[in-house]
């Protein structure tokens, strides 16, 4: 992974390193004739910390859920941040069952989530955090990255829409 495909907020692969990384991952499983699964997280009314305590409590949000998400997930998983609040993780060799337990344990990470932003001298904490996360698994859901991106993305918007804070596996 070359310094480009970093996201220096984050730390995580941004969506150039996710383009190198995450068909690499996906195909790997298969050859290895394993499933795979993908995530796709949003992180709930995120725009209202910005409106809320500014750009610098966005950016130090954003940071620590980068943190969550590598603390969360395991090694070998392609995580990234695809831009502004939203973050991918590709799990290859994974079934659906251990997508499910991975999804809800960065789901319950980020819930915990208890930020200090800089505001002032002293700074100060935000918590009650929440993410909508959708999930879409190889081979149920299709095959390709392309078709799991629109299957976890379509779960994620359902997650949304019945109230936010929530996995979703795709139909």
């Known amino acids: 992974m070359g310094f480009w495909a970093t996201d220096k907020l984050t730390g995580l692969l941004d969506r150039w390193g996710w ?58 998983d392609v995580v990234s941040r695809l831009g502004g609040d939203e973050f991918a993780v590709l799990m290859p060799d994974t079934s659906l069952d251990e997508a499910v337990a991975v999804a809800e344990r960065v789901g319950a990470a980020v819930r915990g989530l208890s930020v200090l932003i800089p505001l002032g001298l002293n700074g100060t904490t935000i918590g009650r955090h929440s993410a909508s996360i959708g999930l879409a698994a190889s081979p149920e859901h299709g095959g390709d990255l392309r078709d799991l991106l629109l299957r976890a993305d379509s779960a994620l918007l359902a997650a949304k829409r019945l109230g936010r804070d929530q996995v979703r596996i795709a139909d």
């Open 19 to 76: 383009d190198e990384q995450a068909p690499r991952a996906l195909a790997g499983s298969r050859e290895r004739g394993r499933g795979a699964a993908l995530l796709v997280i949003d992180f709930d009314h995120f725009k209202q910390v910005n409106d809320l305590h500014g750009h610098l409590a966005g950016d130090a949000v954003l940071t620590a859920m980068g943190k969550v998400l590598v603390e969360s997930t395991r090694a070998g």
